[in-house]
Structures are given as C-alpha cells and as structure tokens.
C-alpha cells in the first residue's frame, strides 16, 4: 500500500513540475509570438560573407 | 542602351518588382531603383548579404523614398519620453512598429542591426506585432538615427499619435493559466479515479480514502480558480436579471461539488469531481478557441493612429518640432510633401494639393489658394506648404467629429446571443425534470430523493451547448481568418448572420481609390500630338497630370516655352509650333462651365477642343458578380463622398432598387445608416477611410477593407482583404452556417444527455457513467462542429 502512496505522491509531483514548467513559460512570453522563433533558429550564427566585388562603376541607364 | 532590357521582363534584386523599361545594373544584379541599389549596398559593405539568401527578393520597394529630416521629431525630449519603454545611463529600450516586416529575411536582418550599428546593442523582433525592440545606447547614437537606419534599410517605423497617448493592450493570459491548472487538475483527479471504477481489492480498501480526499483537494483550484471564468459573467448577467448561459453551468459546477463533498465525507460514494474538472477543463478550452485574436490586426483604431506624432513650426523664422497637443492656435505648421494636416488651418504659404480622400471619401485632390482653409485629415501632395493653425488639434472638424457621442455608440451592439436564450429554455426543462422526478421519489422512496435531483442537475447542465457554441465560433473564426476576413470577436458570426441590409462606401471600397483608367474621346490624337502632350504634361505634378504621361506611353522630350499652371484650372505651354491648353472645360474652351459630373480633363491645341480624357474609378475585380448575388437576398445602398459621375454605372451595378447617395459627409453615412436601423434593419456597412469610421461603428457590423496589410483601417468589427471582397456572399453564408451547425451539435449532445437523464431520474447515476458520458460528449462535439465547418467552407468554395 505505501508504495502505491508514494508512487501517487510522485507521479502528482511530477505533473505539478510540467504545471509549473507551462505556466512559467505563459508568463515568461513565449507564446507572445509564435512566428519568429521558429524561424530565428534556423538562422546560422553571425558569419559574414562578403560579397568582395570590384567597386564597378555603376551603369546605371538613366 | 535601356531598350536591350525591354523585352526581357527584369525583377528587382532587392524587392523582386518589376524593373520595367529602366532597370539599373549594379554588382551583375539588377534594381528598379535608387533606393532599392542603395540599400543593397549598404547590406553588401557590411557583409549582411545574408539577407537574399534567406528568402527570395526580400526587400521592401524603394520607389517611394522617404523624406530627409522626416525623423527629426525623434530629437524632441517629450517625443522620446513618450516612445521610450526603459532607459537607463547607458541604455535605451525602445520598441518600433515596421510595418513593411513580412518574412525571415526581414527578421534575420532587424535582429542584426547592431552589425550595421555598433552602438545598437540588441534588436529583438515579435512578428506577429510587427513590432521590433530595440536597445541602443543613447550616449552614441539616437533614436532618430535608430530610425533612419531602419529606414535606410526599407523597414520604415510607423510612429503616430497613438504612440503618445496610448499604453499598448497587455494580452490577458489568465484564461491560459486557468486552462493549465484546470488540466493539471483534470489529469490527476481522473487518473486518482480509475482505480475505484476498475474496481478495488476489498483488502485495498482504505486506499480509496487516499484517492478521494486527494481527488477533493486537486478540485479545490478547479472549482475556486479555473471556474472563476464563468462566476464573473454569471454574477454579471444576474446583476441585469438576465440568465445567461454560464449561469446553469455555475449552479452545476456547485450542485457538482457540493455532493462531491458530502458524498466522499459521508464515506457514501467517490463524487463526480472527475466529471466536473473535465467540463471545466473543456469549456475553458472552447473559450480559448473562441477569443481567437488577431495581433497584427488592430480593431479599435481612432484618428490618433492616423496622425503623426509631431509636426514641424515655424517660431521665429526657425523651424522646430512640435507634438500634437502642443499645437497653439495661431501658429505656423510647416507641412512636407505626403503629410497629414493635423489641424484645421489657413494656407499661408506654397501650392496646396490637398487629398481628402481619406475623410470625405473624395478621391481627387483639391487644390487649396492661398488664404483659403484646409482641414485636418487631408494629405499634402506636392511640395511643402505653411499652414496657420486657427482651430487647436481637439478642435479640429474631424476630431471633433470622431469625439461626438453617435461615434462612440456601440451599445446596441451587445445584443444577446440566441445560445443564451435556448440555454434558459433548456435550463426550464431541466428543472422540470428535477421537480418531477422529486415529485415522484418523495411518494416512492424520500431517501433517493437527494441523489434523484442533484443527479438530474448535474447531467443537464447546458456545458453540451457551452461546447457547441464555443468550438463551432472558433473554427468559423479560423475559417474566415483563413481567406482574410478577421472577425473582431465571436458575437459578429451571429451579427453578420442578421443582416438584411448592405451599405457600400464608394472610394476605396468598391473603387481602388485611385483613378487608373482613362478613357479619352475626340480627335484620335497622332503621335507626334501625343508626344507633344507628354512634354506638357510632364511639367505638372497634378495626380491627373502624372496619369496622362503615364497612359499616353511615350516620352516627351520636345522643346516648351511658357509653361503656365493655373491652379485648379490646368496647364498650357507652346509646346514647337503649337499651344496646347489642358484642364477644366472653362479654361480649354473659354467659356463657362456646363455641369459635369465626371471627373474630366479638356484637351485644346490653339484654343480648339481636341478631346477630353475622362478619368474613370478602378473597381474592385469580382466586383459584378458580388452585386449580382448581393442583390438578390438583401437591399442594396451605396454612400460615396465623391461626385455623382458613376451614378448610372453603380446603378447598373448593383441593381435599380439600390440607394446611390453622393457627396455624402461623415455624419450623412452616420444618419443614414441610423436611419435604417430606425426602421428595424440590421445593417451591415463596409468602407475603408475615417470618413466612414462614423458609420461603421454605428452599423450593426461594420466591415473595414484593406488594401493590405500594412494598411490602417479605422475601429470596426470586420476586417476584410480587399482582394477578397467579392467573396463576401460566402463569407455571410459561412456566419450563417454557424448557427445550424451549434444547433446540430447540440442535437446530438443532448442524445447523450437524455442517456444520463435516464439513469439520473432513476437516481442511479454513477460517477463511472458520468466519467464516460462527459468525454464521449465533448468529443462528438469536436467532431461535429470542425467536420461541418469544413464542409461548408468547402462547399462554399472557401479555403
């Protein structure tokens, strides 16, 4: 019997963490904007590729 | 050398628009403009060409370029103050609209603005606001260099009075935590209550008295947090002695609880607290699904979102930055080419071309004399002009017009829902049931009378129908949110379901707004006329000017001599060996004016009529067959600001029974619209500009068109994409749909009510049975009401 309670005890615990965990990330913004993350992560870290071009004249046709 | 490229169709490197006849060449890529080459250049010299890979073409068009010095305002203290979110010694936080953000590439590069500033510290955008917020160190940089940067990289902050007066809406997230710890709760007390429905070992026994007392104490948040949701709206509705639909479901919570309680305290039974979190859990889920928000779209706009923050005075022979409120009388406003006039004034100085279309729906610009008064709300166009101010901001005839108390009446609007009305016919049966089957168990059995009667409760309580309304409104939200018709909230379904009375506004509603097609009449015109009318044309900056150049396709590059532009009349000039003469028909023809209510523009070469250009509306495509299915189930009316010259064409359009009004100020659409509602009409009225904003509110829905996204559109309850307009007819059809589907959602719950009645008259209810019914419910419930919203989408042709 006592294992069962123990086991209730920690299984509630459990559940009372994800509980916790969810409304921590409600108040914390992460369901502010669901667009950007998603996307934000897939950017690579900042890696410049600079396009060095020989400074052309610029031909413009006007 | 441009004419290699005509053939080839060029598309901009940077903004992925056509770069017709001209494109420029720089870096092997190719740009339609200045603008868009310069801003390449910048993101190639400091290595963030990044920026093209991520999406295709991503830039913003530069054609349009934004004036210097537009962002001076941003060095005025009380501006920042009002813009500033936190500020330190070091550090300010400032958050910024841009409008023009719409893909990955957009973000990718905002969130790198410190590369392109080093005293930018960090940038964080949220894309669904549009918004990005940044920190900068204002010991180095400003938040006018801010800014222009952003500006300079085609994402232009949209700054408006709003800014200054308004704290922005925090999102309500207490539903969502009420949902969480409803669910938690929900989870644990069903899993605690498996063990007795399996059925228990006899030795176990005592374990059961775990399980229940933690069952009770996990309902305790359920019932005095989660459920509060429902307390509030019931206690409300009780206060104007109307019965509601939360407010059965309140007494059945209670009833719920209470013989939970006794039940498990008594040691006679294990309650229902399972049963009772459960619906509790799923209502909140269906009121989450129902207060679908839009973020990016704003349905309470006033005319503080369309004015700037701060304007440009002249004191003293300087020029200074001035905020809105602090506007004197008496003052000189200095207005730039495409601004906002803030207030009622009295031109001074420069050529005004004044485009009103915005408050009094006329879509050509007026041209203003010097002494003569321009009112706020107008848009400048051409070049700047100096304005004495004689009526303050607050003043102003369109301020004074958005703060009359008709604007602002929206009561009407609260009607109650028809879900109330058949909850409280149910709640009668319900409680007939209970009286009758207490009836009988008082002669029969006076002890089962208890369970009998909270039982009955308990089962019929309206949550089947809370759950129908609730998931049908959501999915019908997300549906028409879908094909870019945003509903304010979930009352409009039931509105717009109402309506039998359609009211269009004409320009930019049902017209595009600006005048793209010509047609011209008279003396064909030879190319070389043709080209000697470019030349003339070209001279003037007029809107009609700059159409002709563009529809007669050729360019003008002969000698002119004695260019003359008479404001309000139009322009002549000896053009080689002729004179041309282009404008009213009392300028071309010397003589006065017969009434034409067309916009017309007389063309005369040596003082003879040649032909005239009639400037004709774009409407809207789709816009016949819209009319044609309109026409047949509700009355038609149309109210334009403009001149009556498309009378007959609106006539034919929609159908010889409709009302064409014109010339029609704000407060004329208000009445009219006052009017049939006076005479029991549901009205629905659909405009864009703040000259409609009256009417709109005042209208039963009032349906805003966009012409995109980053459009403003003034308060209303609909907002709709104007490329979608001719899909209304379904889009109603889709509303009304609404109301069969609860109703057939509602049918099939009550089927599982009537099985828990059965048991619960008999006062035999076990919680087991309840455990199964409640779920079972609410499933077939979900199954229903988002199967039949897709079929009808579908049959409707929506997406």
């Known amino acids: 019997m006592s294992v069962i309670i123990v086991l209730l005890i920690a299984s509630i615990s459990v559940a009372a963490i994800f509980l916790f965990a969810f409304l921590w990330s409600v108040k914390n913004g992460q369901y502010k904007d669901e667009i950007s993350p998603p996307v934000r992560i897939l950017f690579d870290d900042a890696t410049p590729t600079v396009q060095q071009q020989p400074t052309e004249e610029k031909n413009t046709n006007e | ?799």
């Open chain 2, 1 to 799: 050398m441009a004419t290699e490229h005509t053939s080839i169709q060029t598309t901009c490197f940077h903004c992925g628009e056509d770069c017709g006849n001209h494109p420029i060449e720089a870096y092997d890529k190719h740009f339609c403009c200045e603008g868009c080459k310069s801003v390449y250049e910048i993101l190639n010299n400091t290595g963030m060409c990044d920026y093209y890979t991520i999406s295709q073409n991503p830039g913003n068009s530069q054609k349009i370029k934004v004036r210097e010095n537009k962002f001076a305002f941003l060095d005025d203290e009380s501006v920042q103050k009002a813009l500033t979110v936190f500020k330190d010694n070091n550090q300010t936080h400032v958050t910024f609209y841009l409008p023009h953000m719409h893909c990955s590439s957009c973000l990718w590069l905002i969130e790198n603005l410190h590369r392109l500033n080093k005293n930018i510290i960090s940038s964080k955008v949220n894309f669904s606001r549009k918004e990005a917020d940044i920190v900068f160190n204002h010991n180095h940089t400003s938040m006018r260099k801010v800014a222009e940067l952003l500006t300079s990289i085609g994402y232009e902050p949209y700054i408006s009075l709003q800014n200054l007066n308004q704290l922005k809406p925090r999102i309500n997230y207490s539903k969502i935590y009420k949902l969480g710890v409803a669910g938690f709760c929900f989870a644990n007390i069903m899993m605690l209550s498996f063990p007795e429905y399996l059925g228990i070992d006899d030795k176990d026994y005592n374990l059961t008295y775990w399980f229940r007392y933690l069952s009770l104490l996990l309902s305790l948040p359920v019932v005095f947090y989660s459920a509060t949701e429902f307390y509030n709206s019931a206690f409300k509705s009780l206060k104007h002695k109307y019965l509601n639909i939360d407010t059965p479901i309140v007494l059945a919570i209670w009833v719920t609880f209470i013989r939970s309680i006794i039940e498990i305290v008594t040691n006679t039974g294990s309650g229902y607290l399972d049963s009772m979190s459960g619906i509790v859990f799923f209502m909140l889920v269906g009121r989450i699904l129902q207060d679908k928000t839009y973020e990016q779209l704003n349905f309470d706009r006033d005319y503080t979102a369309y004015f700037p923050i701060a304007v440009s005075r002249i004191k003293n022979n300087k020029e200074e930055t001035v905020t809105l409120p602090n506007i004197q009388l008496n003052d000189t406003l200095l207005i730039h080419h495409s601004e906002l006039i803030p207030a009622d004034g009295i031109l001074t100085k420069g050529k005004a071309l004044i485009d009103y279309s915005f408050v009094t729906g006329e879509s050509m610009p007026v041209e203003i004399q010097m002494g003569e008064m321009i009112y706020a709300g107008g848009k400048q166009l051409g070049s700047n002009i100096e304005l004495l101010v004689i009526k303050e901001v607050a003043q102003s005839y369109l301020t004074k017009l958005w703060n009359r108390s008709a604007f602002k009446k929206k009561e009407h609007k609260n009607e109650h829902s028809f879900v109330d009305a058949l909850s409280r016919y149910f709640t009668y049966i319900v409680f007939a049931i209970a009286t009758i089957a207490a009836a009988y168990w008082q002669f029969h059995n006076p002890e089962k009378l208890w369970q009998a009667v909270t039982a009955v409760l308990i089962v019929a309580c309206p949550c089947a129908l809370l759950l129908s309304n609730t998931f049908t409104n959501g999915a019908i939200i997300r549906r028409l949110g879908r094909n870019n018709f945003y509903l304010r909230n979930a009352n409009t379904i039931e509105t717009i379901a109402k309506v039998n009375y359609i009211v269009f506004d004409k320009t930019g509603t049902l017209t595009t707004g600006r005048y793209d097609q010509i047609e011209y009449d008279g003396i064909p015109l030879s190319q070389t006329l043709k080209e000697k009318l470019a030349t003339l044309t070209a001279q003037s900056t007029h809107p009609l000017s700059k159409s002709i150049v563009q529809w007669l396709q050729v360019s003008g590059n002969r000698k002119i001599d004695g260019y003359k532009e008479i404001p309000g009349k139009g322009i002549e000039g000896m053009v080689e060996d002729e004179w041309l003469t282009i404008g009213t028909q009392e300028f071309v023809l010397k003589r006065k004016e017969v009434i034409d209510n067309t916009s017309t523009v007389y063309l005369g070469v040596e003082g003879k009529l040649v032909g005239k250009f009639i400037f004709k509306n774009a409407y809207r495509p789709g816009l016949r067959g819209l009319a044609k299915q309109l026409q047949k189930k509700y009355p038609l009316a149309v109210l334009s600001g403009d001149n009556a010259g498309e009378k007959n064409f609106l006539q034919s359009l929609l159908g010889f029974h409709s009302v064409t009004l014109f010339h029609q100020k704000p407060n004329d659409k208000l009445q009219f619209i006052e009017q049939l509602q006076n005479k029991g009409y549901t009205v629905m009225m659909i405009g864009d500009g703040l000259n409609d904003a009256g009417a709109l509110q005042q209208a039963n829905v009032g349906i805003a068109v966009s012409e995109n996204s980053n459009n403003f559109t003034p308060a209303s309850d609909v907002i709709i994409d104007a490329t979608q307009l001719h899909r209304l007819p379904a889009f109603i059809q889709l509303a009304k749909a609404n109301k069969k589907i609860i109703f057939i959602a509602f049918a099939v719950s009550i089927l599982y009510n009537i099985i828990g009645l059965y048991f619960a008259v008999q006062g035999v209810l076990s919680p087991l049975i309840a455990a199964v019914l409640m779920p079972a419910s609410t499933i077939s419930i979900v199954f229903i009401t988002y199967g039949l919203s897709n079929l009808y989408a579908k049959q409707l042709k929506l997406q």
